[in-house]
């Protein structure tokens, strides 16, 4: 029965179709027998397919249902008989040949469609262990790929079917899977390409234990002698062998295909053999490390070595024969010579190139800010009388009243002299001469007054009124850097070198008297001490010794140091800015000395007291930014960076000019050249500078 698609079946278009091609449907009478199978022959001459396919149908007593764009016309003719299973496949190869398909769907109806358009139909997925009929019956199956990656073998398939018609081939990379889409026949036939080309890509692996040569050294021949002997050089090709080197156990991995596998298998067992030599020497140059650090480190792998070298030997190992090793450091140079066997000194050139390397570096800013505030006042009256005593208070700057008195009484009053001078003639004559105030005493004690001072001497009575008042501001910031390479110390300094006193010894005797004083030097100023770890992730661990120091004061003994130190070690990221410590500290302090009773008196009270009031705020914090230096851009940004800010202040200097030499410049760098990425040298900048100051300025200048 044959179904158009937008057309209702009826018994009289069936009667009709099978009358028309009554040749086609031709059973053999012996074919009537009860016992022997139907058979059909098929003549069909300029037929309409759509008759051809109702035919079909009506012999295979299926249902089928006919695209609306399957039409044209066929002829085909079997000289032979069919059974009803051959028939069928006749049915398929007759619309394979005219571009048409068969799809089976799941309920047993057939439908007939253009073959481009079949793959996307409801094409039934057959299993490798399931039978079909075969032929030209349109199917999707899926291959497991163990040994060939099928990104790389689906573009071959593709070029064996049918892409313009019924025929795919897709991959799925994660499952490593073909899915294949088309005729039964095929897809079949792919199937055992895909077994066979999936067999050619399962390669064994041989392990190939060395006696007396460097499996690393070995390797490396080996990989020099496939590459000169390949013409293309595809090392992905199947019979192309991969050689790895296992420094471990001393021995070597092959893998490929066997016959090229035991080719090389061969040439490394001709390798392995004992060297006639007992020693060879080597020289190492290093390119960044240094040749004399390295020899403790390297003396130390050479004896770990020949330690397990030894048990290996004891428990029946196979082993390369063992020898002291000789380690020298040429300084001159920076080379190593490395004297020994060839296996031990394969092992120390692999531990050189890891441990020569470039290291990165770090550069550290510590910002040491410092804010002081102080406030002070002092008021105090003081009360003297020669008969009745005096009024006196220690707790201000107001010097000592009677000191004072004293002294202003020594300067008003004049002293002076009487000489008597006998004459020639017996006479005598007296001269009177009288001398000037003396003021030194004075002047000595108005040398300690701070702030305003208001005194009256009245005879005996005298009256001293001190008032001042103190204020103080320092705002410091200090920025030392430094660089250093990773794991490496590093110090900054700058200040000077103080005296102290740490001792003194008198030692006397009967005639002579030797003392003496033991001094020690203290380095106070700007301290900086750091060394930084270059950690995973741009991670800096720091151990920091930060110190800022400077002389505060005198005593009857010595001088007063003053120190501000941070010990620590920091985790920071690079680029970020911590704080390393700090100290925020307040201070108020306020003293009054009064004469009993006189001194609570209200208003009146304050000529028989003295006060002293001060206020003082200090903030001090330590910064740290580290910033990692791996290459030579990043030195060069830093470096410009710090250049140009010295550049800048000095060219302000230079604008500003020197007041009292108005005609003579101030000294500046020149700017920096990012071309080059470097200031000239020393020598240039020098002549260039002498040659502008010989030359004489322009008339417009000069205007």
């Known amino acids: 029965m044959v179904m158009k698609k937008g057309a209702k079946p009826t018994l009289a278009a069936a009667l009709l179709a099978m009358l028309l091609t009554g040749p086609a449907f031709l059973p053999v009478q012996a074919a009537e027998q009860a016992n022997a199978p139907k058979t059909y022959s098929a003549q069909f001459r300029d037929t ?32 032979e008989q069919m059974t009803a299973k051959e028939y069928y496949q006749f049915f398929q190869n007759v619309l394979d040949v005219y571009g048409y398909a068969v799809i089976t769907m799941p309920n047993g109806v057939l439908k007939v469609v253009k073959a481009k358009d079949a793959k996307t ?19 999707t199956r899926v291959f497991q790929v ?13 070029q064996l079917v049918d892409n313009a018609g019924a025929g795919n081939v897709v991959h799925y990379d994660d499952s490593n899977v073909l899915i294949v889409t088309g005729r ?10 895909i077994k066979r080309v999936d067999k050619a890509g399962d390669q064994e692996v041989t392990v190939v234990k060395l006696k007396y ?12 002698l496939i590459k000169g002997s390949s013409s293309n050089n ?3 090709s199947p019979l192309s062998v991969k050689v790895v080197a296992d420094d471990r156990t001393n021995s070597v991995l092959v893998s490929g295909e066997t016959k090229a596998r035991d080719r090389i298998i061969k040439t490394i067992r001709d390798l392995d053999t004992k060297e006639e030599s007992t020693g060879n020497t080597r020289v190492v140059y290093l390119k960044y490390a240094n040749a004399k650090d390295l020899v403790e480190t390297l003396t130390g792998v050479s004896k770990a070595v020949q330690a397990d070298s030894k048990k290996g030997e004891k428990a029946g190992g196979s082993v390369a024969s063992n020898q002291d090793v000789s380690i020298k450091a040429d300084e001159g140079t920076n080379a190593l010579v490395l004297t020994g066997q060839p296996d031990m000194l394969n092992n120390l050139t692999n531990v050189i190139n890891k441990l020569d390397i470039r290291r990165a570096q770090v550069h550290v800013e510590a910002m040491i800010v410092e804010l002081y505030d102080g406030n002070g006042t002092d008021l105090g009256v003081q009360w003297y009388s020669s008969k009745y005593g005096a009024q006196q208070f220690s707790n201000g700057s107001t010097p000592s009243l009677t000191t004072l008195g004293a002294a202003y009484e020594s300067a008003t009053q004049s002293s002076g002299t009487t000489t008597t001078t006998t004459n020639t003639d017996g006479s005598i004559t007296q001269t009177s001469t009288s001398d000037s105030s003396d003021y030194s005493d004075l002047a000595s004690a108005l040398g300690g007054v701070n702030g305003a001072l208001w005194g009256v001497f009245k005879g005996n009575w005298g009256a001293l009124v001190n008032a001042v008042s103190s204020d103080t501001k320092a705002n410091i910031l200090s920025t030392p850097s430094v660089t250093t390479l990773d794991n490496k110390e590093a110090s900054f300094v700058s200040g000077e070198d103080v005296p102290i006193i740490t001792g003194s010894t008198t030692s006397s005797s009967s005639s002579t008297s030797n003392p003496f004083q033991t001094v020690q030097r203290e380095q106070l100023g700007v301290k900086l001490d750091v060394t930084p770890q270059i950690n995973k992730g741009d991670a800096v661990q720091l151990t920091i010794k930060q110190e800022v120091s400077n002389v505060s004061g005198n005593t009857s003994v010595d001088i007063t140091l003053q120190k501000r130190q941070v010990n620590t070690t920091v985790m920071v990221h690079s680029g970020d800015t911590i704080v390393l410590g700090g100290l925020i500290d307040e201070e108020t302090q306020e003293s009054v000395e009064k004469v009993p009773l006189l001194g609570d008196i209200p208003w009146i009270g304050n000529l028989f007291k003295s006060t002293s009031s001060t206020k003082k705020k200090r903030k001090l914090m330590v910064f740290i930014h580290p910033t990692i230096v791996r290459d030579d851009k990043t030195m060069r ?3 410009r960076e710090k250049y140009n800010l010295v550049r800048d202040e000095q060219v302000k200097r230079q604008e500003e000019g020197i007041s009292l030499m108005p005609f003579m410049d101030a000294p500046e760098i020149p700017p920096w050249d990012d071309s080059l990425a470097q200031p000239p040298s020393l020598t240039e900048y020098i002549r260039d500078r002498d040659g502008k100051e010989g030359q004489p300025k322009d008339k417009d200048q000069d205007d």
């Open 48 to 79: 309409d397919i759509n008759e051809f396919i109702s035919t079909v149908a009506a012999v295979l007593k299926k249902t089928i249902v006919v695209d609306p764009a399957v039409r044209g016309k066929i002829d085909v003719r079997s000289y």
């Open 121 to 139: 139909g409801a094409i039934p997925v057959v299993d490798a262990k399931l039978k079909h009929e075969g032929g030209d019956e349109m199917i």
């Open 146 to 158: 163990h040994n060939v990656a099928v990104r790389e073998l689906s573009p071959l398939l593709r």
């Open 184 to 193: 039964s026949g095929v897809v079949d036939r792919i199937g055992q390409i």
């Open 213 to 224: 040569a460097s499996a690393s050294q070995v390797v490396s021949m080996v990989n020099d």
């Open 234 to 236: 595809n090392n992905s």
């Open 637 to 639: 940004d830093i470096s």
